[in-house]
Every structure is written in C-alpha cells, then in structure tokens.
C-alpha cells in the first residue's frame, strides 16, 4: 500500500513530465481501437446490407458465382431461360418467384457522356425492378419505369451528380447503348456502402443487358409460411434439376460477406501493422522519460533505500507509476479510437461509401485490447528503468541528483549491438545473392530485423562518433553555441541513441520504401522501353472488358497503321507429362501482338505461336511439364471444344509485362469457341501510320468519347499512369507510418523537455556568467536538430539497405532496375532538421523563461 501511494503521488507530482508519454500510449491504443471499430462497423453493414436484399431463395444461372457476380468473359451476365421460373413456381412451398436482370459489367453515363459510377471502386449495377429490391428501396420521387424510355436510379447517385426527373442516361453494355430518361429517385432503407443502382423494366433490362428476352439472371423465390429456407431449397433444387445455382438467404448472404472480409481483413491487419510501429516507436519514448526521471530522482532514491526501502519496493513503485500511466493513457486512447473511427467512416462518406454512425461496432473485445495492449506495453517498456532503480544505493543520496553513472554505453550492450548489426547484415546479403525470390525473402525478413534491432542496440556507440560529425558540419558554423549543443547531444550517448532509434524506424521503412517503389517504377519503364512497339493502349481503368462496338470505332480511326485485339479466357490443360490443369489462363491475340510487345523466346519464334492450331508456353511452364517445340498439349476451352494445339515458341519467363502468358491467335480461339462465346477484349493496341502519331493520338480520344469507360494512353501516359498507382500507395502507405513519426517526434520534445529539466541548475549558471536566452534557445534547437538528423541518417541508411536487397529479390521476378530516389531521400533529411527544430519550441522557449537565480538554486 505505501508503494502505491509513493507511485501515486510521484505520479501526480511529476504529471507534467508524463504527459507526452501518455499522448504516445493514447495515439497507439487509438490506432488499434481506431481500426477494430472501423472494420468491425464495416462488417456490420455489409451484412445487415445481404441480409436485407437476399430472397428467401435465389436461383441463378450456370456460371454466376456464389456471391452472385455477373462479371463473364463476353461481358453478359450468366442466364438461365424463362422455363426455369415457371418450374420454380410449381416447387412445393413456394409463396411466389420472380425473375430479375441485372449486370456489373456496364457504364452508366449523363447526357454529357460523363462516368455515373462510383469514384470509390464499388459497383454499378443496371437491373430490372422487381419486389425483392422494392423491400429495400422507397421510391421517394417520381415513378418505377414501365417502358424501355424510362430508368430509375438512386437518390445518393442524383445527388452527387446532380441529376433530376426527365435527364437523359445512357446504359452501355457488351450489347450495346441504351438510353433512357430518369422516371423515378428510389431511396436505400439500408446502409449503402457506395454503390450506383440503375433500375429498368425487365423487358428492356433483358434486351439492354443480355441482348434477348426469356431470360433471367436470378429467380427470387418467397417462402410460403410455414416453410424454412432449407426445405424451400431442397423442393426448388429438386424441380429446377441440375445444372443451377439454388441458395439460401443466409447462403446468399454469407457469399457476399466472405467477398468482403478478405479486403477487410487485409486492410485490418495492415492498419494494424502499422498500430504496432507506433507502439514500437512509443517504447523508446516511455523508456527515454522513465530513464530520466529515474536519474533526476537518485538522490530521493537513495533517501529512500537508506529509510528502509527494499529494491523491490523501488523496483515496484516506478512500475506502479508505469501503470497508471499506461491506463491513463489507454483508457484516453479508447476513446479516441472511437472518435477516430467515426473519422474515418466520414473520410469514406466523401469518397463514396455512406456508412452510417447507426451501425457504430464496438465489440467488447475491443476496449479490453487497447487496454491490455497500452498497460503491457507501457510497463514493460518502464521495466529495465525500474531495474536500475532498483539498483540505487543509499549511498546515492549524498550524490547529486542525476549523476551520469551510465553514461556511456557498456561494452557488452556494444559487443551485442555489433553481432546483431553484423547477423543482419550477412542475412541481407545471403538474400541478395538467393536465387529465388520466396528463398530470399525468408532471408530479407530476418536481415530486416536483426539489423534494425542491432542499431538500436548500438546506438550509443554510433551516435558519438555521427553526432561529432554532424556537429562539426552543422552545428561548428553557430560558434559556441553550437558546441555546446553538440557536447549537450554528445553527455548520454544512451538517450541520444534511444531518442533517435524512435525516428531511426520510422524513417528506415519510408526510405526503404521509396527506394523499392522507384525501382519498380524504373524497371518497368525499362520494359516497356524495350518490349512495347504500339503507340497506343486502349482499356477500362475499372476492369471492364472493351465491348465490341468500341473495338469498331478504335478500327475505323484514321491515321492508325494497325490495331490488334488481346483477350484472355481459360481452358484445361492436358500436358505431355500426362498432367490436367484445370481453368488456366491462355491469351488470345492477333498475329500484330508479336510486333506490340516484342517478348523474348528462348526457342522459336513468337510469330509461329499465332500461326493456325499452334501456341506459345513460358521458360517455367515449359521445365515443369516437360515441354518442348512440337510438343503437343491438349486444350479444352472454357465454353468450347477441344484442341490440340503445337508448341511454336518457348518465351523467357525473365519478364514483367505478360509475365507467364500463354499466346494463341485469336483465330484458333474462334474456330474453337461459338461466336455468342468468344471472350471480349480486355485491351486493345493501335498503332499509328508513320508521321502520324500526334493526329491518330487525337482522333482515337475522340473516336472513344462515347465510351467514357475507356482511355486511350500512349506510351508516356500509361508510364505516368504507373507511375501514379505506385505513389499512391506509397502515400497510403507514408500517411499511415506518420503516426509512428508523429510519437517519435513526440519523443524528441519529451528529450529535450526532461533534459532541461535535468539540467536546470546548468542553465541557470549559463545563464548568469552571460549566455542570453536567444543563445540558450538557439542551443536547445541545435540539440534537437543534431539528435534528429542523427536519428534520419541512420534510418535512411539502413531503409536504403533494405531496400537496394529487396529490389535483388524483384530483379528475380523481371524488375531488374534499382533506382535510388535521391530527391526524395534529401527531402527526408532536410525535413528531419525542421522537425527537429519544431520538436524543439517548446522546451527551448520554457529555458529561456527561467528566472537565474531560482534555477541556480535548483538542487
């Protein structure tokens, strides 16, 4: 008891000096209860969303998938004829059936020929209305449409493009264009996660979507009452016979949902990765001030063990402190993930996804995870502080109060230090010179973490030696003031080095980072360069398949030399080793493609492999089934017959652009695979006439102007396109590790706060033989400039390490290119110094508002 209320009031009186340890505990905890609120909220309406809109029973088409995704190779929904739902009203049990349209592989457009669909990645859906969607949707103006002039659509897409009754939409679809005027505004009862929803009559939904009447994507079947879902299934399943799709409700729902979860729980995990940086980040950070505050307490140590106190007793009291910091700031920290969750449930309002705050999630779990996590980390950060004050003599209490009795680091801290760095070094070099991608990456993986624990462990001993170089580069230049600074930086290597390892990690992964992403940018900027001979790339950002009506309009442009179709669809292999391998990719292409992308062989010719009846495998695929020119595979297209088809070309699998592709000619697919089953193409290439290349680039945007799905690129657009998908998941990525800056930034103030309070005494002497308060705050900036480029040159060094192996690893993959981001790098290091110098505002602005004598007096 007397334990807890030292701790306590130790605790309150020294509050001040907790605080920003208990901001970093309460960001960390935030981060993770932050992130479970918000996947767990997002599931809740997701599931509350496929509850409500599954039918008791649903039939669907040969092909559709569980979730019901009508995504097929031609672009048209997978459908069953009308006969289906006349069997399904005969079923036993049934209370009533309908059959529904709809499509996700469509572009909905205005008047203006501007995209409808969701900016957020979620679907576009065009169906017909029927009663299972009307308990879903209120129709709030206007009416359902009756005829095929008419269309309805949902409020949140009126919305944002403000659209009203009696505006002209256009439906493109595999079949064609249709359009339509706005008949109706229906209203979602439910939660919609983002999604565009386009409603016609059923006759013009099976006309615009599939390209004939008498069929249905769906049947939704009501249960009679009296009857379970599961005997419903059976009377259905048993009337339709084989050969369809027939699910429950909750079948219905729990396909959707697992869709779902798989993005869900990479985003979890990921978010939660980075929670644990921060908590990583927040260690030195709780060690640094406990460290500091047990050697400003030496003499009260001392005095306490000469009373009577056992170590123990010490030992328990700062871990006692440790606890109540960790629950203060865990407790803090819970709540905040909850506000921060609501945060970013808004952020996905402005995207595009409409979460409600109804639907807020906070499992019990939850709560009992941020507090576990924040107190067990806390304390066990506190643990070794606690320890060396246990270790306080009384003798202690006749000494000054932080006497530096480790200052330097020992030689056994140094010793482990070098073997870790060293063991981290050879792991990244044995996964350099791996041989195989998976291989290395074990090895990377182990280099990765011994040496960033090996510099965190040597850093004391680096940061005299780095720090008296920084100070003579940085720091000589301020005169007096700067060596003192440097000297200030340079009294306790161990609390430089710890201060600095904060900012070291989170600094080492962005460079790290940086370094892969340019490289992948440049490697494939060097492919493209080397294997691309077309000038144009035509394709939907969003994974559509390019429709047949625009593949036209891309021919019939003028000024174009040729232009070559590329489509993919799969088939079961019969290799010569005797081995099937069911639903594999096999690309389609004119014989025009050999010269678009100039792939290497490492036997035949690549032109050979669209010759009739002949194919091309990759160097791998080749190894493993014993494959060789002439072989002879067997091939059983995907909605066709069976070929078999000759091996004209062996290609290099050292590639990254149509890595392990197979090529036919679209003629062989054709003469295999009925018209009405031929995939479409998911791009196409175009070339333009020799001197033409600037018209041709015009005249194809505007050829495809209708067709606002589609973009036409040419070879520097789609390296910029590239360019920008790797930087925006960088800058995903570089904003999510800010909070494990933000709490070592956190750190370096906390430092600085406690050291001029340590050295109070010191700066009231400084003061008093003539050092002005503009020379002390320029000092205390000086420090904290100098700790936290030490901490940026070490993080940048190693990222940079990390990240020159992991592009060895890629080079084994194809992305043979490693690119240093120079720019990027400076950056960082310039920015450490203002970051530095903002860490250091306060506590050099409270300095220099210390009254001389009152801190001379300080004991």
């Known amino acids: 008891m007397t334990v807890m209320k030292t701790s306590m009031r130790n605790f ?32 809740t309406t997701f599931d509350k969303l496929f509850a409500a809109t599954s039918s008791d029973v649903t039939v669907s088409g040969k092909g559709a998938s ?12 997978p459908v069953m004829p009308a006969s289906v739902l006349a069997k399904v009203r005969e079923a036993q049990g049934v209370k009533s059936a309908e059959g529904t349209v709809f499509s996700t592989s469509v572009t909905v457009v205005d008047a203006d020929k501007d995209n409808l ?25 206007g009416a359902a449409p009756k005829n095929s002039g008419q269309i309805m659509v949902d409020a949140d897409t009126v919305d944002k493009h403000h659209l009203k009754l009696g505006d002209e939409i256009g439906v493109i679809s595999a079949v064609g264009t249709h359009t339509a005027k706005i008949s109706g505004i229906a209203d979602f009862q439910v939660t919609n996660p983002g999604a565009a929803i386009f409603y016609l009559d059923t006759k013009t939904a099976q006309e615009a979507l599939v390209g004939e009447t008498g069929v249905y994507t769906n049947v939704n079947v009501t249960a009679a009452p009296g009857v379970t879902d599961a005997r419903l299934k059976q009377n259905v399943a048993a009337e339709v016979g084989g050969g369809y799709k027939v699910q429950t409700a909750k079948e219905t729902a729990d396909a959707n949902q697992k869709d779902v979860e798989s993005f869900m729980s990479v ?47 010490v030992n328990r009291s700062v871990l006692a402190e440790a606890l109540l910091l960790g629950v203060t700031g865990s407790v803090l920290g819970v709540g905040a993930g909850v506000g921060l969750a609501v945060g970013l449930m808004k952020l996905m309002g402005s995207m595009g996804m409409h979460l409600s705050t109804s639907d807020l999630t906070v499992a019990w779990t939850t709560p009992l995870v941020g507090l576990l996590l924040g107190v067990v ?15 306080v003599s009384p003798m202690a209490a006749l000494r000054d109060a932080g006497a530096p009795a480790d200052a330097k680091a020992g030689v056994v801290r140094a010793v482990l230090g070098l073997v870790l760095t060293g063991g981290g070094g050879y792991a990244l070099y044995l996964a350099s010179a791996a041989d195989k991608a998976k291989e290395g990456s074990l090895w990377l993986g182990l280099g990765v973490v011994l040496s960033l624990i090996g510099f965190v462990v040597i850093g004391p001993l680096l940061a005299g030696g780095v720090v008296r170089v920084l100070g003579a580069v940085v720091l000589r230049v301020f005169g007096p003031v700067g060596r003192m600074a440097e000297r200030n930086a340079l009294r306790n290597p161990r609390r430089t080095g710890a201060t600095g ?64 179709e590329y489509r993919i669809t799969e088939a079961d292999y019969t290799t010569p080793d005797g081995k099937t391998l069911k639903d594999t990719d096999i690309t389609a292409a004119d014989p025009t493609y050999a010269t678009d992308l100039q792939t290497k062989t490492v036997a035949g010719k690549l032109a050979d492999a669209y010759k009739p009846d002949s194919m091309s495998v990759h160097e791998k695929f080749a190894e493993a089934h014993g494959i060789h020119l002439g072989s002879k595979i067997k091939v059983a297209f995907k909605d066709g017959a069976t070929a078999n088809l000759t091996v004209r070309a062996i290609t ?16 062989t697919l054709a003469k295999y695979v009925p018209a009405d089953k031929m995939p479409l193409d998911q791009l196409v290439f175009a070339s333009a006439k020799e001197g033409q290349t600037d018209a041709a680039y015009k005249s194809l945007k505007s050829a495809l102007h209708d067709y606002p799905q589609y973009t036409v690129r040419d070879q520097s657009d789609y390296k910029q396109a590239l360019k920008d998908q790797i930087g925006q998941l960088l800058n995903m990525i570089y904003g999510l590790l800010a909070l494990a800056i933000i709490v070592a930034i956190l750190g370096v103030v906390n430092t600085l706060a406690l050291s001029v309070v340590e050295r109070t005494r010191e700066i009231g002497l400084m003061r008093a033989i003539g050092l002005s308060r503009r020379q002390l705050r ?68 409270r300095a220099g508002r210390m009254n001389v004598l009152n801190a001379i007096a300080t004991e």
């Open 12 to 43: 309150f009186a020294h509050k001040g000096r907790m605080a920003l340890s208990a901001v970093a505990v309460l960001l960390s905890v935030a981060f993770v209860c932050g992130t479970l609120v918000f996947t767990d909220t997002m599931n």
């Open 66 to 77: 569980d979730s019901g995704e009508t995504t097929s190779d031609n672009g048209k929904p």
């Open 117 to 141: 669909s969701p900016s957020s990645g979620a679907p576009t859906i065009v169906g017909s209305w029927n009663a299972n969607d009307a308990r879903t949707m209120k129709i709030t103006s």
């Open 267 to 313: 985003m979890k995990y990921a978010m939660l990765g980075f929670a644990g940086i921060a908590f990583l980040v927040g260690i030195f950070l709780i060690i640094n001030t406990f460290s500091m505050l047990v050697a400003q307490r030496t003499r009260e140590i001392g005095l306490m063990r000469a009373i009577g106190s056992s170590r123990k007793q």
């Open 377 to 391: 980390v806390t304390v066990l950060a506190a643990w070794l502080p606690a320890r060396r004050a246990g270790k």
């Open 501 to 564: 390892a904060a900012l070291m990690i989170g600094l080492a992964l962005v460079a790290c980072l940086s370094v892969v992403g340019s490289s992948m940018v440049a490697s494939a900027t060097d492919q493209l360069d080397k294997t691309v001979g077309t000038d144009f790339i035509i394709q939907s950002d969003s994974g559509q398949l390019v429709t047949p009506a625009a593949v036209k309009a891309v021919k019939d442009t003028p000024g174009l030399a040729r232009v070559t």
């Open 652 to 667: 290099s699998s050292d590639v990254v652009i149509d890595a392990g592709s197979k090529y036919i000619s679209t003629a």
């Open 778 to 845: 320029r000092m205390i900036r000086m420090e904290s400039v100098v700790i936290a480029l030490f901490g940026a040159l070490l993080g940048l060094g190693l990222g940079m390490g990390w990240g020159a192996t992991a592009q060895k690893l890629l080079a084994l993959e194809g992305l043979k290119v490693l690119e240093i981001p120079w720019p990027t790098i400076i950056a960082v290091f310039v920015g450490s110094a203002f970051v530095g110098l903002f860490a250091a505002l306060i506590p050099a602005f």
